[in-house]
Each structure stands twice: as structure tokens, then as C-alpha cells.
């Protein structure tokens, strides 16, 4: 399918960031290595997602405490879990250009290069980085084989391929996508960015890929200060709340499903367009993002189309409200796919 609705978007200033499954009968699935048997949500982690990069705006811990928390409010149980493997590098150079892969590989990245990354660069930083990787593949696998899976990390829609920019290294959703379009799982992606940041890797990276539709609704006065184009940018104004934003989504969401028709959505749920968030300038509460994932995910699964989420940004000034938002995200994705199996079901 051809792409449609691309939308140019004017530069504006701003600050200066494989898995085995075994298909069974709906309801149960072995997922994962043999023998990891879950029933529910997927919900792929590894504690190696937080990894030591100093005082930062960027909280690692935050997938640690997420985990904990969705187990403690018997969101999830351990068994939903699943720890992935790291992405090959095979996999990582079906989107980043070798001589960048030699310099993270080498340690050598430039001075220049490593202020654009605005995180410290480490073996720690990259190794988390190609595990995390990993996960949004194996988040994407379980999703087309589930309908609904959820990854405790990722998101990292600001690396290119040449350069990582704003704390993302590598482009994991970049890499998932063209790691199953390559070996033909899919044909047709689409990627619903919902950050408060302009997904620009991610839109660079797919901008003559007819393949993918990449969405990005995202606060304009903000960063990055240069956007390149996705198929469907939406920049919303400083200050914007939970209606008009749920209003704006909703029509647009709609028009992804039912005009691009993906085989799979990557839905980046960042918990910056909170109102307190200290890189954001939206105004939306925790129940207006709650909302908007009920939203994302009561669209697409309607038609049948299966969702990744991966949980992208979120730097509240308590990171306790940033960790609960993330919760609410993986608790509507539970929620809906308890729904879909009582559907199937109703004696269940």
C-alpha cells in the first residue's frame, strides 16, 4: 500500500533524546523459550534495562519499579513475564549504518556525537540498548501472536541511523519493524508515537518505506527542534488537556486503522504529555492518558489489528506519577485483552 496524508512540518526551536512462539488455542499460549507458559498480557522486562548513568532526567529504575508495582497490585504475576535476548547485530544493521555500529562498538563515538546522544556513553548504555532491542522484537512477536503485548522499556524513537540523539542510542522500534518485514511476518506496520516528542528517527528512518505508516502527535514547541516529516504529524499547542487531546487522537487513530490497514501497530505510550512533566508542556492528567490508551488499544483491536506497546518517555518532577502512569498502560492492555478472551469465551 502506498503511502497517503503525508504532511510536511515546519522546523521549529525547541530544547536540546528473536523470540521461538508456538501458535495454540486463543486464551493460552506457550510464548517465549519452551516451557514459559503465559496466560494474559505478555509483558516482556529484563533488570538489566537499568543500567548506571549518573544523576539524569532519564530514570532507568523506572522499569524496575513499574514491574514491581504491577506485580504488588496484582496488575500482572511473574508469569506474565518474559525476559527477552539482545537484538543481533544483524538485526541492529537492518537500520544504523555500519560505521555508526563500528563506533558504538568501539567506544568511539565523538565528543559532538555523545552531547547530541545527551546520555554518557558506557558498555553498560549499549548492552542495555541491544537487550532492549531485543525485547521490542520479541514485544512485536508476541503481539502478532496474541493481539496485545506490552514491553517495560523501549520506545527510543529519537536515534537515527547514522546518530543516537536525545538518550536513545539505538532505534529499537526501527529495528523491530524491519527485522519482520525482512524475514516477511509483515508487510504492513505503522507506528503510533504518542510521546510528547517528535518520534524523528523514527521518521527519518522510514520516510521512503511505503511499507510503514509512522504517526507522531507530539507537542510542537518542543524538542527536537528539527521534525522531518512523518506520514501524519499532528504538533500540538503548549498547554493542551485531556479533551481536546483525546478529540484530536481519536479522529486520527481512526483514520490509521481503516486507510493504512497495518498487520501491526507499535504504539509508543509516553507518559510526558503529563502535566507535570519536566520536558513536557502538556497539560494531561493521569486519567486523560489512561484514557488515551484505552483509546489506542479499543481502536486497532477492534479490527483486529495486533498492538506492541513500548513505554517511551516520561520524566515527571515525582517519578512516582510517571511510574504510575506507565502502570495504567499495562493495566488497560490487560483489561482489554481479559475483554477480547471473554469475548471469545463467555463461559471462561
Avoid at 279 to 307: A, K
Wanted: aromatic residues 6%; hydrophobic residues 35%.
Amino acid at each position: 500500500m502506498r503511502k497517503s496524508n503525508r504532511r510536511p512540518n515546519t522546523p521549529n526551536r525547541g530544547t536540546g533524546h528473536s523470540g521461538h512462539r508456538e501458535t495454540r488455542s486463543p486464551g493460552t499460549r506457550v510464548i517465549g523459550k519452551p516451557g514459559n507458559r503465559v496466560t494474559g498480557l505478555p509483558v516482556i522486562h529484563h533488570p538489566a534495562y537499568e543500567f548506571d548513568i549518573g544523576p539524569h532526567v532519564f530514570p532507568t529504575q523506572k522499569y524496575r519499579l513499574i514491574r514491581d508495582r504491577l506485580i504488588q497490585d496484582g496488575t500482572i504475576t511473574e508469569s506474565n513475564i518474559i525476559p527477552p535476548e539482545p537484538a543481533t547485530d544483524e538485526q541492529v544493521a537492518l537500520v544504523h549504518t555500519a560505521e555508526y555500529l563500528q563506533k558504538i562498538k568501539a567506544d568511539e563515538l565523538s565528543v559532538p556525537e555523545q552531547m547530541v546522544l545527551e546520555v554518557p556513553f558506557s558498555p553498560g548504555l549499549r548492552d542495555g540498548m541491544w537487550l532492549c532491542t531485543g525485547g521490542s522484537i520479541l514485544t512485536a512477536r508476541l503481539a502478532l501472536d496474541t493481539g496485545i503485548s506490552a514491553h517495560l522499556g523501549g520506545g527510543f524513537h529519537h536515534a537515527f541511523p547514522d546518530h543516537g540523539e536525545g538518550f536513545c542510542l539505538i532505534n529499537d522500534i526501527a529495528i523491530a519493524i524491519r527485522a519482520l518485514l525482512t524475514e516477511g511476518t509483515i508487510e504492513r506496520a505503522a507506528v503510533v508515537d504518542c510521546d510528547v516528542h517528535h518520534g524523528n528517527g523514527t521518521a527519518a528512518t522510514f520516510s521512503d518505506d511505503p511499507t510503514v505508516f509512522t504517526f507522531s502527535m507530539h507537542q510542537e514547541r518542543n524538542y527536537p527542534a528539527w521534525k522531518p516529516p512523518s506520514d501524519l504529524d499532528v504538533g500540538l499547542n503548549d498547554g493542551i488537556g485531556d479533551e481536546e487531546y483525546i478529540s484530536i487522537l481519536e479522529v486520527h487513530v481512526a483514520e490509521i486503522a481503516t486507510q493504512h490497514r497495518p498487520e501491526l501497530v507499535f504504539y509508543l505510550a509516553g507518559a510526558d504529555p503529563y502535566c507535570h512533566d519536566q520536558l513536557g508542556g502538556l497539560n494531561l492528567t493521569t486519567d486523560g492518558l489512561q484514557r488515551r490508551d484505552r483509546l489506542v488499544l479499543e481502536m486497532f483491536r477492534s479490527m483486529d489489528i495486533p498492538v506492541a506497546i513500548t513505554l517511551a518517555g516520561g520524566y515527571a518532577i515525582q517519578p512516582d506519577d510517571t511510574v504510575q502512569i506507565h502502570c495504567n498502560t499495562v493495566l488497560e492492555a490487560v483489561k482489554r485483552r481479559l475483554l477480547e478472551r471473554k469475548h471469545r469465551d463467555p463461559n471462561n
